[in-house]
Each structure stands twice: as structure tokens, then as C-alpha cells.
């Protein structure tokens, strides 16, 4: 009895455990920005895209293949020539999906590492084609318009292969050595250029500007002459004002003394002191003896 019931029991084990694995093996999720395709054994990959969720597969028969639709960025980066024969390395970073309706296609025509084997045969053949219709200098001064006709052209060729690209951005343009050091030579004497050209109009204006000068000077002098002839009180109020301006310098500068002529202003010493009355007296009688002796001189001579 106990040992039919225990192999019932193990019975019961083995089938729940076979129907538990076969429902765990017939259902699978597709987790959130993925995609599934579904692999049949006997009919080979289905067209139908299964979305995000839970889905029933027949076990041992049909298996799910996934495929990551969220966007994935990617450099592509290739050495090319100009129109003018420059050497130019052009680097690009695009954002790419699969296009959903084209899976199926993606998967049995080009694999799962589609990115790897299209974006950058695409990328470089497109690059090379827009690089090549512009020189050297047109590719400094226009990459706005290069970087929208690259974007163009990758983006209509990348939809022949179901790949679906939401931004195409041109991250770098790189010339040789040689062309760099000539650019940088170039813009140097370009403003030495300018630089010339500014100090030869600034000597220009400079001129233009003494001559006008001159020309009123010219012309103030004549009318000083012509005004001078008329009257002199112009030459007058010159000499004032000269003199105004003289005695507002000696005024503001420092160890200078005005000495009045009327006077010793230093000791304040009056015109009527005994030293200049002795002075007087001396004269008076210096005066006197030539008076006595042109006397004695004439009476001789009478």
C-alpha cells in the first residue's frame, strides 16, 4: 500500500514537473524597446513583429529570436579627398533603429549585426561622394550645408537597408599637417594684412586732418591780419591776456617772490632812510666840485 502510493506520488512529480516545463519553455517576454521574431523549425522565420510582453511558442519547435529597436548611437569616421586633392578626415555620430515593419528583412537578408556590415560601408560612401564635390576652403566655410547634404544622402540610402536614422551630426573635419600650417600662415598674413591697411588709413585720416587744421589756422590768420589793420585793439586784449595768464603762473608756482619797484619790499625799508640821504648828500657834493671846477677852468682861459 505505502509503496503504491509513493508511486503515485513520483508519478505525479515527474508529469507536474514535465507540464511545468513545458509551459515555462512555450512562453517568453519581450522586455520594454525590444522586438521579437519568431523561429519555426518547419516554416522558418515568421513575418509577424511581436511587441513588448508575454508570448506562447510551441516548445522544441519554434524559438524567439530578439532584436533591441531603441536608438543606438554609432561613430563612423573615414579619410577622403577634396575637389582640390586635399586629404580630409571626416568623422560622423549617427542615431539608428531598425525600421520595425523591415525586421523580418533585416534578420534573413543581412543578419543580426546589421549596423556592423551597412552604417559604415553607407558612411563612407556617402561622405566620400558629398567631400568630393567642394574644395578645401569651401569645406571650412560651408560644413553647415555639407554636414545637411551628408545627412541627406545617409539617411535616403540607410532606408534601402531598413535602418531607420533619427540624427545625422558631422563631428569632425580634419586636413593634413601641411595644409593646417598653411592656414594658420595664411590667416596670419591676412592680418597683417588688415593691420597695414588700417595704420595706412589711420596716417590717411591723420593727414586730412593736419590739413584742415592748417587750413583754419591759415585762415584765422588772415583774419587776425586783416582785423589788426583795422583796429589795434585786438592786440591789446592779446596782450592782456598774456599777461593775465603770466601772472596766474607765477601765482600757482611755488619760490617765487614779486618784488615791487617802488620799494624794498623784503626789509620794507622806506625811500627817506639816512642811508639814502647820506647817498643824496654824497651826490650833492660830487655836483658841487665839478661846478668849482669848471670855474677854475674858465677863469684860466680868460
Keep these: 500500500m505505502l509503496t503504491r502510493i ?12 514535465v507540464t511545468l516545463a513545458a509551459i515555462q519553455s512555450s512562453i517568453f517576454t519581450v ?4 522586438r521579437a521574431l519568431i523561429f519555426d523549425r518547419f516554416s522558418g522565420v515568421k513575418q509577424e513583429v511581436l511587441p513588448e510582453g508575454f508570448h506562447f511558442i510551441i516548445p522544441f519547435i519554434q524559438y524567439p529570436i530578439i532584436y533591441n529597436v531603441q536608438i543606438t548611437p554609432r561613430e563612423i569616421s573615414t579619410s577622403t579627398g577634396s575637389k582640390d586633392l586635399q586629404n580630409i578626415r571626416v568623422s560622423l555620430r549617427v ?134 589793420k583795422q583796429s589795434k585793439a585786438y592786440v591789446k586784449l592779446k596782450k592782456i591776456e598774456a599777461a593775465k595768464e603770466v601772472s596766474e603762473i607765477f601765482a600757482k608756482s611755488k619760490g617765487i617772490t614779486y618784488i615791487p619797484s617802488n620799494g624794498n619790499f623784503i626789509l620794507n625799508i622806506p625811500q627817506s632812510y639816512p642811508f639814502n640821504q647820506s647817498n643824496n648828500n654824497n651826490n650833492n657834493n660830487n655836483n658841487n666840485n665839478n661846478n668849482n671846477n669848471n670855474n677854475n677852468n674858465n677863469n684860466n682861459n680868460n
Aim: zero cysteines.
Design 95 to 228: 542615431l539608428f533603429r531598425p525600421e520595425l515593419k523591415k525586421l523580418h528583412y533585416i534578420h534573413t537578408k543581412i543578419g543580426r549585426d546589421y549596423d556592423e556590415k551597412v552604417l559604415p560601408s553607407i558612411g563612407n560612401e556617402v561622405m566620400k561622394a558629398v567631400i568630393a564635390q567642394y574644395n578645401a576652403e569651401e569645406i571650412i566655410t560651408q560644413r553647415e550645408q555639407i554636414s545637411k547634404q551628408i545627412r541627406s544622402s545617409l539617411v535616403q540610402r540607410s532606408k534601402d537597408f531598413g535602418i531607420v536614422l533619427d540624427d545625422v551630426a558631422l563631428t569632425h573635419i580634419g586636413f593634413s599637417a601641411e595644409y593646417t600650417q598653411a592656414i594658420e600662415y595664411k590667416q596670419v598674413a591676412q592680418q597683417e594684412a588688415e593691420k597695414q591697411r588700417f595704420l595706412v588709413e589711420k596716417a590717411k585720416q591723420e593727414r586730412e586732418a593736419m590739413i584742415l587744421l592748417a587750413e583754419g589756422e591759415t585762415e584765422a590768420a588772415g583774419l587776425i591780419a586783416e582785423a589788426t
Design 31 to 34: 522586455n520594454v524597446g525590444h
Design 6 to 17: 509513493l508511486d503515485n506520488i513520483t508519478k505525479f512529480s515527474f508529469g507536474l514537473g
